[in-house]
């Protein structure tokens, strides 16, 4: 079973068009939550950090917030420039610090 | 200014060859890693090293080996390629005890193994 899974795999949007994507985990405990965009043929490129159940992060258009159990990335009025692959990572307390990874969630925008 | 550069970009090489993928980061970071993407861009922990000296070593088969001339590179060695080996490679870097920072990100290396 997966660690970190994160829906849908793929979205669609318009222009304009908000939407939501969704992280969820199941470690026993949470010491971080990570959110990456990845273009295509390039490396994940960081975005937010989140620590506890009720934190939120903005940069620009995009809003990640943080519960017990998922996180969401909220894209509001999306632009063709947010198609990416937007990927969410979980570091656990207490084992190896380095986080796991989602597959990550394929956003385009059409224009 | 590359942050973390790694190369080659792509690698086409036939089964059983041994070839090397180099990476060198100029942010004075002390921790580096590799990952592996495959096709479904699932990005997997290979090994990581902290200041020179190997701290993670997930499960990889031995054929990988990763060397850390100084604090700056990390190379990775593969020896035998086997079909299955063909993926992205992506090396990051971070500081410890900033990663709240998050890692930083080479563009990848592309292997195919024919």
């Known amino acids: 079973e997966d660690q970190v899974t994160q829906s849908p795999e793929a979205l669609r949007l318009q222009e304009g068009e908000s939407s939501s994507l969704n992280c969820s985990y199941t470690?026993?405990?949470?010491?971080?939550l990570f959110w990456y965009r990845q273009d295509p043929g390039k490396g994940p490129e960081f975005l937010f950090t989140?620590?506890?159940a009720g934190e939120e992060k903005e940069k620009e258009r995009l809003k990640a917030t943080l519960t017990k159990k998922e996180s969401f990335l909220h894209i509001t009025a999306p632009k063709p420039e947010d198609s990416a692959t937007y990927l969410c990572?979980?570091?656990?307390?207490?084992?190896?610090?380095?986080?796991?990874f989602g597959r990550g969630t394929s956003l385009i925008v059409h224009p | 200014d590359t942050a973390v550069s790694q190369t080659p970009k792509y690698l086409v090489t036939q089964m059983g060859n041994d070839k090397s993928i180099k990476c060198e980061q100029n942010l004075g970071h002390d921790t580096m890693y590799w990952y592996k993407q495959d096709s479904k861009k699932f990005l997997k922990i290979m090994f990581s090293y902290n200041n020179k000296e190997l701290i993670i070593n997930e499960t990889v088969p031995n054929r990988f080996s990763p060397k850390s001339p100084d604090k700056a590179h990390l190379n990775l060695h593969i020896n035998s390629l086997e079909l299955g080996d063909s993926a992205v490679y992506f090396c990051?870097?971070?500081?410890?005890?900033?990663?709240?920072?998050?890692?930083?990100f080479g563009s990848g290396t592309r292997l195919t193994v024919v």
């Open positions: 990572a979980v570091q656990e307390t207490g084992g190896s610090y380095i986080p796991t």
């Open positions: 470690v026993s405990g949470l010491r971080g």
């Open positions: 989140l620590y506890s």
């Open positions: 990051a870097s971070s500081q410890r005890g900033t990663e709240h920072y998050g890692y930083t």
